[in-house]
């Protein structure tokens, strides 16, 4: 690791991409992680832009910002060299966390602080559809500007990703000119639906029909911990599924008594259910049942913000967090923001 003030080490130099690779809109490597340079990675989630950043970031001092929890991101893609900053609200986490919406103050300065600190150092960050949504489009393009150019002066890489599908054709071509170098990021294969209950990662999201995020959810209450936050009555779905051992929210304007929780009152009642439900013991998952459902009771920002905050509960407490979205029943837009909220998609 470079020293305080001393010069950066020239980037790790890879082998030549194959001719495949040079593409339009696909630049070599080697050529994002140029000092001084800035780069986007456009595309759903992927671990290709973490395997990218890990390579150019090898004898770099190299920073982290993300929406996904640091321990996670450790464990997956080796960053134990790097700094990481969880972007996230959650309160008590040993993690260092900034709210999304320090995003022109406290965000802005750590970046700042990062590239002064270490010339020729390396910066990725994730999530700009997230930040969007919290913060606005605008906001996000003069944050990018000002941390492109402090790169730039300071001999540094900028890197960031983002969802193309969360920004309108427009908003993605403003986005993409603020950096030198533009690479697509193609989707992963999307898992096979488990038959043991067993969740392929942490936080999933079942983009098909109801039935199979229950089956799903059935399987894991029969050993597991479930909650279950949905607006359809328990009792019917214990009617349907063997859902005894599981606890429920029911979402009801009209309904009363236990378990009962006033649609209006999710962000701040249906928060506290789920938290105190994944603070009783590491494994437990929480069910969200039909995210178009809850986007009914608020803005898309304010559904983003609870969707995220259930995630980062989980991940911060060793559960799971389990939710169902019906393909096409909202805007595009909205629907690719809110899977990249997951580590993976089934259906």
């Not at 590239?115 to 020729?120: M, N």
């Not at 949504?133 to 500007?145: A, I, M």
Request: charged share 25%; proline share 9%.
């Amino acid at each position: 690791m470079p020293s305080r003030g001393s010069a950066a080490p020239p980037p790790k130099v890879v082998a030549r991409p194959a001719p495949q690779e040079l593409a339009r809109n696909c630049p070599a490597p080697e050529e994002l992680g140029i000092p001084g340079r800035s780069g986007l990675f456009l595309g759903p989630a992927s671990d290709e832009p973490w395997r990218l950043f890990r390579m150019l970031s090898g004898g770099r001092k190299a920073l982290v910002i993300s929406g996904a929890h640091p321990a996670r991101l450790r464990l997956r893609f080796g960053l134990d060299e790097a700094g990481l900053v969880w972007l996230s609200s959650y309160a008590g986490s040993k993690e260092e966390t900034l709210a999304p919406q320090a995003l022109e103050y406290e965000l802005l300065g750590r970046t700042n602080r990062h590239f002064r600190s270490h010339r020729g150092s390396i910066l990725f960050l994730d999530d700009l559809d997230y930040l969007a949504s919290q913060c606005g489009f605008e906001p996000v393009v003069r944050f990018v500007k000002s941390v492109a150019d402090t790169a730039a002066e300071l001999r540094g890489t900028f890197l960031a990703s983002a969802e193309p599908g969360a920004f309108s054709q427009k908003e993605r071509a403003a986005l993409a000119s603020l950096f030198d170098a533009v690479r697509d990021v193609p989707p992963a294969a999307r898992p096979e639906m488990p038959q043991d209950g067993r969740l392929p990662a942490p936080a999933c999201l079942v983009l098909g029909p109801p039935e199979q995020a229950y089956r799903l959810l059935e399987a894991f209450s029969r050993s597991g911990r479930a909650l279950c936050m949905t607006p359809s009555a328990p009792r019917k779905l214990k009617e349907r599924y063997d859902l005894s051992r599981a606890s429920f929210v029911w979402l009801s304007d009209s309904a009363s008594g236990e378990g009962v929780l006033r649609p209006q009152g999710l962000a701040l009642e249906g928060l506290r259910a789920a938290l105190a439900h994944l603070r009783s013991g590491p494994g437990a998952l929480v069910f969200l049942d039909g995210l178009e459902k809850l986007r009914l009771y608020g803005d898309f920002p304010a559904t983003a913000r609870f969707v995220k905050g259930l995630a980062d509960a989980a991940a911060e407490c060793g559960g799971a967090l389990l939710a169902s979205l019906a393909p096409g029943a909202l805007d595009p837009a909205e629907e690719a923001s809110l899977r990249r909220r997951f580590e993976s998609v089934l259906g």
